[in-house]
């Protein structure tokens, strides 16, 4: 077999491993281990120490069979469905003496927080009927540590990235679309943190997959392709998963296989180039269901198909992992299904800090349930071959439409998938009258201070409205403040500034405020302070229209509803995860 999945394998991006059991809110207690006699009175709901343990808290004790029944009628809080499902899933766990539980929390591996950026895009604001999108990142790793050589060949040390995807969960948990980024797409690369501690030079063009590898260790570098990603997209990745070959044969034989579909037989040679003769049959044409090594097969696969292009076989990737999240769902989104396939995942997962734990994957994974298998696509960002090499650019304006489109949770098809088909109203304000925020003509006294200098401030345009990211970098500019960056946010339903300070900053934070009357000030985990523009900001500065109940200024422009329209270079490329699994077997 080929060595790597960039060349002949396509890594295991196992990114349904992240579909159905990762973990979000981590809502829910952890169980304690108890005595099997105290397990069982917990799962009868008989109270006692185990009770508690169980993850459900007093529910579970003292409810008994009819607090169960009751648990099973509808119910129109989402979230507390979530966790009801999750609490019973951790007293099933608590049934075996917290045995799986230990067993998944000990399988999970997490990388390093102080690697992530902490210079980076604002995180999604839940609108006013508390939904908030989620973004993942779904790295397939080639890895050849442990006993992944065996599944993947190979001789080379260190681990690659060839498949990369990004999951937008859309705020109303009901649509979804993974964006593929070609491993070999020239992108700049920000500084890393490497093993040893020390942080590498920001590059301003490198292949994609070279994030991954920065350090060159079996486990990769996930903090730093995370990092690039955000740098590339202006999105606040919420999550990373990493899953290599071990993870995604071990997840493909929990769910008893996945269906994939060839126009043609597969043969040694197209496997292994390198072998001199066609050799055997590997997958048979047509219909089939594979899984474990077959199933490496098939999203490794390059050659004997299509152009043989890493491109092709991303869209083969694709159809797999739709079939992947049909097959889970169809299965049910329960225990019986959930336990194994988060235990052979966390097998050889690594994970980002927030998701450290079984019952954060399993609870996130049952908040993913209503996801419509038709309204979950894949796409791959707009691209095109260089003429200088056989490396890929990235096309734009198209690729910013796309992420445009994510931060206004807009779907592949234009639908609003908010959660709400309004925005939120803003605090009642009257930009026509003497109280209205408006553009500060003379900076205030104390945002006049000469130590101003030294506070350094990120930008964020939260609306749909252009440039005012660069209209409030020149205000703060104007009082001295250091404007380090300009940008839009991870989304643009701000209906009031935000300003968010880290430790430290809460002084300096109050005197940037006096730059933007009427705006909300917040602590914050990131460092420094960050500024995000909203509809207020527009209004005062006749740059867009005010937020629902209040008057724009005289002169002022209407703010675009929506984003532009996507390129048919996005839209026609759309995949769905219940199309038919024969449609389009060449992928390419």
């Not at 990114?15 to 069982?40: F, I, K, M, N, S």
């Not at 199933?295 to 083969?316: E, P, Q, T, W």
């Not at 999240?325 to 988060?342: D, E, F, R, V």
């Not at 724009?552 to 996507?566: I, N, R």
Request: with cysteine; net charge positive; aromatic share 4%.
């Amino acid at each position: 077999m080929s060595g790597q999945w960039g060349e002949g394998p396509a890594r295991g991006d196992d990114a349904p491993g992240a579909l159905t059991a990762e973990g979000g809110d981590g809502g829910v207690p952890q169980p304690r281990a108890g005595g099997r006699a105290q397990a069982r009175r917990a799962a009868q709901g008989k109270g006692g120490r185990a009770a508690g343990a169980a993850g459900a808290g007093g529910a579970a004790a003292g409810g008994g069979r009819a607090a169960a029944r009751n648990s099973r009628k509808p119910k129109k809080n989402v979230k507390k469905i979530v966790a009801w499902s999750a609490a019973g899933v951790l007293v099933l766990m608590a049934g075996a003496g917290g045995a799986i539980y230990l067993k998944l929390n000990a399988n999970i591996k997490t990388f390093d927080a102080d690697a992530i950026a902490g210079d980076r895009p604002p995180e999604a604001q839940p609108d006013a009927d508390g939904n908030k999108p989620v973004n993942v990142l779904l790295i397939g790793s080639d890895s050849r540590g442990k006993n992944n050589a065996d599944l993947g060949g190979g001789e080379d040390g260190g681990a690659r990235s060839d498949t990369t995807i990004l999951l937008h969960v859309y705020a109303d948990h009901k649509h979804a679309v993974g964006i593929s980024i070609p491993r070999n797409a020239m992108v700049a690369i920000p500084s890393c943190k490497l093993p040893d501690g020390k942080w590498t030079k920001a590059a301003t063009s490198d292949l994609f997959n070279a994030a991954f590898s920065k350090g060159e260790s079996d486990d990769g570098n996930p903090a730093c392709t995370q990092n690039t990603v955000e740098k590339l997209t202006g999105i606040r990745v919420d999550h990373t998963i990493v899953v290599d070959f071990q993870g995604f044969s071990a997840m493909t034989k929990a769910v008893n296989g996945v269906d994939v579909c060839l126009p043609k037989p597969i043969y040694e040679n197209d496997i292994n180039p390198k072998l001199p003769k066609k050799g055997a049959v590997v997958l048979p044409q047509g219909k089939q269901k594979v899984e474990g090594q077959q199933a490496l097969n098939f999203v490794r696969l390059r050659y004997g198909i299509g152009d043989g292009s890493d491109i092709g076989r991303m869209k083969r990737q694709q159809a797999f992992l739709g079939s992947l999240a049909s097959s889970i769902k169809s299965q049910g989104l329960n225990p019986t299904t959930l336990l194994p396939l988060a235990d052979a995942a966390t097998k050889s997962m690594t994970v980002d800090p927030g998701l450290g734990s079984a019952d954060k994957l399993l609870s996130f994974g049952l908040s993913l349930k209503n996801i419509d298998m038709h309204e979950l696509k894949f796409v791959t960002l707009p691209w095109r071959y260089r003429t200088q090499d056989k490396n890929i650019d990235i096309i734009q304006p198209d690729a910013n439409k796309l992420w445009d489109a994510l931060k206004a949770d807009r779907t592949i098809d234009g639908q609003n998938a908010t959660g709400q088909q309004t925005d939120a109203p803003a605090a009642p304000t009257d930009a026509g009258s003497p109280s209205a925020p408006a553009a500060p003509t003379t900076p205030p006294a104390a945002a006049s201070d000469p130590g101003n200098a030294a506070v350094k401030v990120s930008v964020y345009n939260g609306t749909t409205t252009t440039g005012l990211d660069g209209k409030a970098s020149e205000a703060l500019k104007a009082a001295k403040f250091t404007a380090t960056k300009a940008g839009p946010a991870a989304s643009t339903k701000y209906a009031t500034t935000m300003i968010e300070y880290g430790s430290g900053q809460k002084a300096n934070a109050e005197k940037v405020a006096e730059l933007f009357p009427g705006a909300t000030v917040e602590a914050a985990k990131s460092a420094g302070i960050t500024v995000i523009v909203g509809k207020d900001f527009a209004a005062a500065n006749g740059g867009g229209a005010a937020a629902p109940g209040t008057a724009a200024a005289p002169g002022a422009a209407a703010a675009p509803s929506v984003p532009a329209p996507l390129p048919t270079s996005v839209t026609n490329d759309a995949r769905s995860a219940d199309e038919d699994i024969c449609a389009d077997v060449s992928y390419g």
